[in-house]
Structures are given as structure tokens and as C-alpha cells.
């Protein structure tokens, strides 16, 4: 196991408090320091300005369209979080990169390096492993707020990068985005002027709540337009599980430590950006 090795601390934080008993079955499993936190009603919340009367209509439309989450609150709540606070929480405070890890997935081959050294030492910021297209009925306005964010703090933005792969050939948005269920990354990108504004005029918008926008889109758009492209970097070679994708290594000699076949991985399938983004990093070089 990956952490046996390198005996990183794990932070779990819940909208409830953990009870004495998940807490004391979790430390039995895990050989490492490991903390707990509950969040708060503005953290894990719903903002005062919103509507509920228009979340609900919203609702009833996704819902009708049998769009996964659509009828969720719990689920507009969590991508709020993700989006504006995760790396804000006291218990993260301290620390410059973090890997997200969600409940159910799975790792399928032997890490056998540390990706933290590996972005600290290449000097990268952001890191994924799977990159899907959104179903567009959930995130209709985001891209058009995130054009409005950019045309309004001119200042604050400079000059947006643009990584040609979440546009089509027409520039219109399509809806690619790492998938941040499995994230490496810097704190300090999230933590910056930049992400932070625009995260609250997202906030401000509302769009969270009233469409159905997830943080992996919110993370993917701010990446792409407040990053260069080599602060970027795709772990190939990181065999990763969450129902109902996978990511197999391309490299034939790195499946000799995996238990997965690059037949079955999502970036052979219609819905992946892969060749998006390895085309868009080509022409890049």
C-alpha cells in the first residue's frame, strides 16, 4: 500500500459528527495520523441570497430529465464545498498539496513514488487522472458566468490561458473536465485572489443551486483559464476506480503492477476528453 510507504495524514470531514465508533473502526485501518472534522452551516450550506423557490423548479426540471443528482440538495451542497472551501477548512490549513479520496473507489496498480515529490519536484500544480465531459443540462450558464468573471476583474485575470480542450472548434464550451473525484494538487492554487473571486461570483450567481454545477467543471474552468498548461499534469501511469469509470496505464510495462486492462477504461470511451487534452498539449510543445 502506497501510505504504508510514505505515512501521509489523512483528514476526514463530514457535515455531521462522526460517531465514536466510525472513528475508532477508521483508526483500526489506518496505520497514519488521521483527523476529523465536521463543517459548518457556511461551509455545507445553503447561501441566504437563494431562492428556493427557483432551486425547486430547477429541480423539477433535471429531475424529469432523470439527470443523476438532479433532484439532490445534499449533492449541490457538497459541490459547493468543493468548489469554495475544501482547502479552506482549519484542519488543511497547514498543509500545501492534498489527494482527494472518496469513499468506494479503488487504486488499481502499486504506487510505488510519492506524487506529492513528484509535483513539488516538477514544479506542477494541478494533477488528474480521468477527464469526462459534464451533462450539459446541469452547468447551462456556467461558462457564460465564468466569461462575465473574467471580462469584469480584467485586473485580477491578466490574460486568461485557455486550454483549448474544454472548447469545441466553434469555441463554444463542451463541457470537458478532469474529474475531481481523484485529485493531486496545490492548496496554493485554490488559495489564490484569483480562484477565491471566482469562486464567490460563482457563489454570488447562484448556479450551484439553481442549474446543478459540480466542482470538477468549476475546478477544470479555473485550471484551464488560470493556469499554464505544464502546471497541469495527467497521471498516466495511476490505475484509479470510481463506479462507473476506470483508468487503465497506457504503458505496457507499467501493467505488470496493475490489476485493470486499458481495454476497459473510460478513455476509450465516447464520453472521455482524453485525446482532447493530449492534443491540445501537443500543440502546446
Not at 445553503?46 to 427557483?54: E, F, G, N, Q, V
Not at 454545477?213 to 485550471?223: K, Y
Given at each position: 500500500m502506497f501510505n504504508n510507504k510514505f505515512r501521509y495524514p489523512y483528514v476526514m470531514l463530514n457535515d455531521d459528527h462522526f460517531t465514536d465508533e466510525f472513528k475508532s473502526?477508521?483508526?483500526?485501518?489506518?496505520?497514519?495520523?488521521?483527523?476529523f472534522g465536521k463543517l459548518t452551516n457556511t461551509e455545507f450550506g445553503?447561501?441566504?441570497?437563494?431562492?428556493?423557490?427557483?432551486v425547486q423548479n430547477n429541480i423539477n426540471i433535471l429531475k424529469s430529465q432523470n439527470i443523476i443528482y438532479g433532484?439532490?440538495?445534499?449533492?449541490?451542497?457538497?459541490?459547493?464545498?468543493?468548489?469554495?472551501?475544501?482547502?479552506?477548512?482549519?484542519?488543511?490549513?497547514?498543509?500545501?498539496?492534498?489527494?482527494?479520496?472518496?469513499?468506494?473507489?479503488?487504486?488499481?496498480?502499486k504506487i510505488n513514488y510519492d506524487p506529492?515529490?513528484?509535483?513539488?519536484?516538477?514544479?506542477k500544480e494541478y494533477g488528474f487522472v480521468i477527464t469526462i465531459k459534464?451533462?450539459?443540462?446541469?452547468?447551462?450558464?456556467?461558462?457564460?458566468?465564468?466569461?462575465?468573471?473574467?471580462?469584469?476583474?480584467?485586473?485580477?485575470?491578466?490574460?486568461?490561458?485557455?486550454?483549448?480542450?474544454?472548447?469545441?472548434?466553434d469555441y463554444t464550451y463542451n463541457g470537458c473536465h478532469f474529474w475531481s473525484n481523484f485529485e493531486i494538487a496545490s492548496f496554493d492554487f485554490f488559495r489564490s485572489d484569483v480562484y477565491l473571486d471566482y469562486f464567490k461570483y460563482l457563489d454570488m450567481s447562484g448556479g450551484f443551486f439553481y442549474e446543478r454545477?459540480?466542482?470538477?467543471?468549476?475546478?477544470?474552468?479555473?485550471?484551464s483559464l488560470f493556469l499554464e498548461k505544464k502546471l497541469i499534469h495527467f497521471f498516466d501511469d495511476i490505475g484509479y476506480e470510481h463506479p462507473p469509470y476506470s483508468h487503465c496505464p497506457s504503458s505496457p510495462s507499467r501493467l505488470v503492477d496493475c490489476e485493470c486492462r486499458p481495454k476497459d477504461s473510460v478513455d476509450f470511451m465516447e464520453i472521455s476528453c482524453l485525446k482532447q487534452w493530449l492534443s491540445d498539449v501537443l500543440e502546446s510543445t
Open positions: 473502526n477508521i483508526k483500526k485501518i489506518v496505520s497514519t495520523d488521521i483527523k445553503i447561501p441566504s441570497h437563494i431562492d428556493m423557490t427557483k433532484d439532490s440538495i445534499p449533492y449541490r451542497k457538497m459541490c459547493r464545498f468543493f468548489s469554495g472551501y475544501f482547502f479552506r477548512h482549519p484542519l488543511v490549513l497547514k498543509y500545501r498539496y492534498y489527494w482527494r479520496i472518496e469513499p468506494g473507489v479503488k487504486f488499481l496498480c506529492f515529490e513528484f509535483l513539488r519536484n516538477n514544479e459534464e451533462y450539459m443540462e446541469t452547468i447551462p450558464s456556467l461558462y457564460k458566468e465564468t466569461l462575465n468573471f473574467i471580462i469584469n476583474n480584467k485586473k485580477l485575470v491578466g490574460n486568461p490561458k485557455i486550454n483549448n480542450f474544454i472548447l469545441n472548434k454545477w459540480g466542482d470538477a467543471p468549476v475546478h477544470t474552468l479555473a485550471a
